[in-house]
């Protein structure tokens, strides 16, 4: 092929999602009026341009490239109203004119190593300008300061889309700024790419089209390489082979175009650009537009903010234009003018909400002819029905679960949950005792109430895209991740979650094998932790039924292996209270759930939990910690009367054992109810004689584990503790003598304070 032919084709360089370079590529192409019209974008997507140039279609929206052999990866072409490619294809469409995507196909560039040397971020910043490491400058910011503008973003806006450029001026001077910023280097990987484009254009003009009427609309930096005739055909080979993919339209976003900042998309404020587009490119209007918004914003939270204010801040603004000698006012104008006027000099109503209306929050919508998957499909149709949010932009709502229908909203938002569908997140359970806790498995089974944030992102279709090799419904979907995660089950409580979990999501097939998972682990496991686990989420299945409905594989299933499990831990209590320190937290924790289970179950062997908890208490054997537990949990259980404690714990606070040995019982057995067992004076009698005997050096040897079981007592539990070692050691009467000779000092010093407050104030009545 003739590359030397690439120089006589129409080139029209652009910088992506920016208004003013699609307001000069409207008028060129009315100028040009191409027979072919060759845009950067996938060439595996040009299928798709009829749906992106469809009635139906309302950007912002998305390309989405997504790979088929079940690795989940995939990659996103965004486009707004105001993007200039978008509106090439638009403009060909309208025009009658031959229009394709040139660049690499969806399958290479997902299959191009981004963390490979030359392709990462290095690569970004000599192609696009975009954000360098910490450590680095990037060129397009240095290139700003050095013009005396704060940020690359506001030299663009003074320098490019603010004039009114015509495309005479404008190609030139984009093209110049491409030499800047390709003053070094440039990356593999895009060179790989302008060769690719390349042969795609020249295909074009071997196909019989004059080069003169050939339009290619792509990045300043490639467009530069081919005016140049700086393109190297040999690279095109060192692309790698294409992966299995496939292609499609998603909504897109403007908080997602704002986020492609860094990629150097000159779109920090999408909205705002998109009335700067609507207007022609008039960025005074769009300025005043925004003020008024922003005052319509202020009013709405009980602020002052009158149509005279929004005048003084659109003048404040185009002062401050003038001022820094730009044809309009910018964002940091906008900005500035904002906070002096319409905020009164404070910041933190622009931080804190007016800004999210210059971002913007709307979604773009795809016309129907696309079709979508099962999944989405599926996903929009429960979103509409049951009015769940659709914004990007954060929601919260509550889920009473006492009817079907909110029921049915709960099972399909755990399900997108376990299928790892970002959407919704659990932010609590409606009640301040239990504002943060688990979003599934034993703590939403009695679960009434559940409150939500639920946000809309382009990433919840790419993972509905994806998502769909695994099922073609919400239930399939999760149903096989679910199965998954119960095939590499290694434990009964791994069993025991996946069982859970699939009665929260609804997947009837899962449940099923999860039964006969949790039985067969629970035969041969020998950690107790595990089987206490277990045993709870079955005793929660037992008692299922106060916000959701029963389970259909059989609640007499489920409780018979309940019984097994509970009984098949019990015989694990001793042999694993025999353990080390590291091991104790998670033995205490599985002792207290087997005790909870022993009493909220009726048909758990309770005798039989108390049987164990005895032996713990009555062992030296055990770690002392777990004694202690015992007797505090047979003590609140009232199994124990005071007396018998009180003897117990002086029994095992002696001086004949341990100090270490005694604190950990201590440990152990202040973590069951502190407050309950603090108020026994005959416990703290023991307690007291317990420290008060202990050897000074032993004390210190003794004190990280005192103060690990003493640290957890409240103030209400120190109260009851100090009450109860004065009324021990006798000291009541002493106590109040100290405090009436306290209060006595209180009174003194009242009186002096009145005494120099009142001589302050007569000074200050002579001054005035």
Same mark, same amino acid.
């Not at 690990?708 to 103030?715: I, Y």
């Given at each position: 092929?003739?590359?030397?032919?690439?120089?006589?084709?129409?080139?029209?360089?652009?910088?992506?999602?920016?208004?003013?370079?699609?307001?000069?590529?409207?008028?060129?192409?009315?100028?040009?009026?191409?027979e072919?019209?060759?845009?950067?974008?996938?060439?595996?997507?040009?299928?798709?341009?009829?749906v992106l140039?469809?009635?139906?279609?309302r950007p912002?929206?998305?390309?989405?490239?997504?790979? !088929?052999?079940?690795?989940?990866?995939?990659?996103?072409?965004?486009f707004?109203?105001?993007?200039p490619?978008?509106?090439?294809?638009?403009?060909a469409?309208?025009?009658?004119?031959?229009?394709?995507?040139?660049?690499i196909p969806?399958?290479?560039?997902?299959?191009?190593?981004?963390d490979?040397?030359?392709?990462?971020?290095?690569?970004?910043v000599?192609?696009?300008?975009?954000?360098?490491p910490?450590?680095?400058?990037?060129?397009?910011?240095? =290139?700003?300061?050095?013009?005396?503008y /704060?940020?690359?973003?506001?030299?663009?806006?003074?320098? =490019?889309?603010a004039?009114?450029?015509?495309?005479?001026?404008?190609?030139?001077v984009?093209?110049?700024?491409?030499?800047v910023?390709?003053?070094?280097p440039?990356?593999?990987?895009h060179?790989q790419?302008?060769?690719?484009?390349?042969?795609?254009?020249?295909?074009?003009?071997?196909?019989?089209?004059?080069?003169?009427?050939v339009?290619?609309?792509?990045?300043?930096?490639?467009?530069? @390489?081919?005016?140049?005739?700086?393109?190297?055909?040999?690279?095109?080979?060192?692309?790698?082979?294409?992966?299995?993919?496939?292609?499609?339209?998603?909504?897109f976003?403007?908080?997602?175009?704002?986020?492609?900042?860094?990629?150097?998309?000159?779109?920090?404020?999408?909205?705002?650009?998109q009335?700067?587009?609507?207007?022609?490119?008039?960025?005074r209007?769009a300025?005043?537009?925004v003020?008024?918004?922003?005052?319509?914003?202020l009013?709405? /939270?009980?602020?002052t903010?009158?149509?005279?204010?929004?005048?003084?801040?659109y003048?404040?603004?185009?002062?401050?234009?003038?001022?820094?000698?730009?044809?309009?006012?910018?964002l940091?104008?906008?900005?500035?003018?904002?906070?002096a006027?319409?905020?009164?000099?404070?910041?933190?109503?622009?931080?804190?909400?007016l800004?999210?209306?210059?971002?913007?929050?709307?979604?773009g919508?795809?016309?129907?002819?696309?079709?979508?998957?099962?999944?989405?499909?599926?996903f929009?149709?429960?979103?509409?029905?049951?009015?769940?949010?659709?914004?990007?932009?954060?929601?919260?709502?509550?889920?009473?679960l006492?009817?079907?229908?909110?029921?049915?909203s709960?099972v =399909?938002?755990h399900?997108?949950?376990?299928?790892?569908i970002?959407?919704?997140t659990?932010?609590?359970?409606?009640? /301040?005792?239990?504002?943060?806790?688990?979003?599934?498995?034993?703590?939403?089974?009695t679960?009434?109430?559940?409150?939500?944030q639920?946000?809309?992102?382009?990433?919840?279709?790419?993972?509905?895209?994806?998502?769909?090799? &695994?099922g073609?419904?919400?239930?399939?979907?999760? !149903?096989?991740?679910?199965?998954?995660?119960?095939?590499?089950?290694?434990?009964?409580?791994?069993?025991?979650?996946?069982?859970?979990?699939?009665?929260?999501?609804?997947?009837?097939?899962?449940?099923?094998?999860?039964?006969?998972?949790c039985d067969?682990? #629970?035969? !041969?496991? @020998?950690?107790?932790?595990?089987?206490?686990?277990?045993?709870r989420?079955?005793?929660?299945l037992?008692?299922?039924?106060?916000?959701?409905?029963?389970?259909?594989?059989?609640?007499?299933?489920?409780?018979?292996?309940?019984?097994?499990? =509970?009984? /098949?831990?019990?015989?694990?209590v001793?042999?694993?209270?025999?353990?080390?320190?590291?091991?104790?937290?998670?033995?205490?924790?599985?002792l207290?759930t &087997?005790?909870e289970?022993?009493?909220?179950?009726?048909?758990?062997?309770?005798?039989?939990?108390?049987v164990?908890?005895?032996?713990?208490? #009555?062992?030296?054997?055990?770690?002392?910690?777990?004694?202690?537990?015992?007797t505090?949990?047979?003590?609140?259980?009232?199994?124990?009367?005071?007396?018998?404690?009180?003897?117990?714990?002086?029994?095992?606070?002696?001086?004949a054992?341990?100090?270490?040995?005694? @604190?950990?019982?201590?440990?152990?057995?202040?973590?069951v109810?502190?407050?309950?067992?603090v108020?026994?004076?005959?416990?703290?009698?023991?307690?007291?004689?317990f420290?008060c005997?202990?050897?000074?050096?032993?004390?210190?040897?003794?004190?990280p584990?005192?103060r690990r079981?003493?640290?957890?007592?409240?103030?209400?539990e120190?109260?009851?503790?100090?009450?109860?070692?004065?009324?021990?050691?006798?000291?009541?009467?002493k106590?109040?003598?100290v405090?009436?000779?306290?209060?006595?000092k209180?009174?003194?010093?009242?009186?002096?304070?009145? @005494?120099?407050?009142g001589?302050?104030?007569d000074?200050?009545?002579?001054?005035?």
């Amino acid at each position: 092929m003739d590359f030397a032919l690439l120089s006589r084709v129409q080139h029209f360089p652009v910088r992506h999602h920016s208004p003013r370079t699609t307001a000069v590529l409207q008028r060129w192409l009315e100028r040009v009026k191409p027979e072919v019209v060759l845009v950067e974008g996938p060439c595996d997507a040009t299928g798709m341009v009829d749906v992106l140039c469809d009635a139906q279609t309302r950007p912002p929206v998305a390309i989405l490239g997504y790979r !088929t052999d079940g690795t989940p990866s995939s990659s996103l072409w965004p486009f707004a109203a105001y993007s200039p490619e978008y509106q090439a294809l638009k403009w060909a469409r309208a025009n009658g004119a031959r229009v394709e995507f040139i660049d690499i196909p969806v399958g290479v560039s997902l299959a191009v190593d981004r963390d490979a040397p030359g392709l990462g971020l290095e690569a970004e910043v000599t192609e696009r300008g975009a954000a360098a490491p910490d450590d680095t400058v990037p060129l397009t910011d240095a =290139f700003a300061r050095s013009q005396g503008y /704060r940020s690359f973003e506001e030299f663009w806006e003074a320098a =490019f889309e603010a004039p009114d450029w015509s495309p005479e001026q404008f190609r030139p001077v984009l093209l110049a700024w491409a030499d800047v910023i390709n003053a070094g280097p440039r990356q593999g990987y895009h060179r790989q790419r302008d060769a690719f484009m390349a042969r795609k254009v020249l295909e074009v003009v071997a196909g019989g089209v004059a080069p003169e009427k050939v339009a290619v609309v792509a990045g300043a930096a490639h467009i530069a @390489a081919f005016v140049a005739n700086d393109v190297d055909p040999a690279l095109e080979a060192k692309l790698p082979a294409g992966v299995p993919c496939a292609v499609t339209v998603i909504p897109f976003s403007f908080p997602r175009l704002a986020e492609q900042l860094g990629y150097g998309a000159g779109n920090r404020a999408p909205h705002f650009y998109q009335k700067a587009h609507d207007a022609h490119c008039d960025f005074r209007r769009a300025t005043l537009e925004v003020l008024l918004d922003f005052a319509s914003h202020l009013r709405m /939270r009980g602020f002052t903010a009158s149509l005279s204010d929004v005048l003084e801040a659109y003048r404040l603004a185009v002062m401050l234009s003038d001022l820094r000698e730009k044809s309009a006012p910018g964002l940091d104008e906008l900005r500035e003018a904002t906070v002096a006027t319409l905020c009164r000099g404070d910041a933190t109503h622009v931080d804190g909400f007016l800004w999210k209306s210059v971002i913007g929050h709307q979604v773009g919508q795809v016309a129907s002819r696309i079709g979508q998957n099962s999944l989405q499909a599926e996903f929009w149709h429960e979103v509409g029905e049951r009015r769940l949010p659709r914004t990007d932009s954060p929601e919260s709502f509550a889920l009473r679960l006492n009817n079907e229908v909110e029921v049915g909203s709960s099972v =399909f938002l755990h399900r997108l949950r376990v299928a790892g569908i970002p959407y919704a997140t659990l932010s609590g359970t409606g009640s /301040r005792s239990q504002a943060a806790t688990e979003a599934g498995g034993y703590a939403a089974l009695t679960r009434v109430r559940e409150s939500w944030q639920a946000q809309w992102t382009p990433s919840t279709d790419v993972a509905l895209v994806e998502k769909i090799v &695994l099922g073609d419904s919400l239930e399939g979907v999760t !149903t096989r991740v679910l199965q998954e995660r119960l095939n590499l089950a290694k434990t009964t409580a791994e069993a025991a979650d996946v069982l859970l979990e699939s009665v929260i999501t609804g997947c009837p097939q899962t449940v099923a094998s999860a039964l006969r998972a949790c039985d067969a682990h #629970a035969a !041969t496991d @020998a950690d107790l932790p595990s089987l206490a686990s277990a045993a709870r989420a079955l005793s929660g299945l037992m008692a299922y039924g106060t916000s959701r409905a029963h389970s259909e594989v059989g609640d007499e299933a489920v409780a018979s292996l309940g019984e097994k499990t =509970f009984g /098949r831990a019990l015989l694990r209590v001793r042999e694993a209270s025999v353990c080390d320190a590291e091991a104790v937290p998670r033995v205490l924790e599985a002792l207290r759930t &087997l005790h909870e289970v022993a009493l909220s179950q009726p048909r758990a062997d309770k005798a039989g939990w108390y049987v164990e908890a005895r032996g713990l208490m #009555a062992s030296h054997a055990v770690h002392p910690a777990t004694s202690g537990l015992a007797t505090g949990l047979l003590y609140l259980a009232r199994e124990l009367p005071e007396s018998d404690v009180a003897l117990e714990v002086g029994r095992r606070l002696s001086l004949a054992v341990e100090p270490a040995d005694a @604190a950990a019982y201590l440990e152990g057995f202040l973590q069951v109810n502190a407050l309950v067992l603090v108020k026994s004076r005959e416990v703290v009698k023991a307690l007291d004689d317990f420290l008060c005997g202990v050897e000074p050096e032993r004390f210190v040897q003794t004190l990280p584990v005192l103060r690990r079981a003493l640290g957890t007592l409240g103030a209400t539990e120190r109260r009851y503790l100090m009450e109860n070692v004065m009324g021990a050691r006798q000291l009541k009467d002493k106590g109040r003598a100290v405090k009436a000779v306290l209060e006595e000092k209180d009174k003194e010093t009242l009186k002096d304070m009145s @005494a120099e407050l009142g001589k302050a104030l007569d000074d200050l009545d002579d001054l005035l």
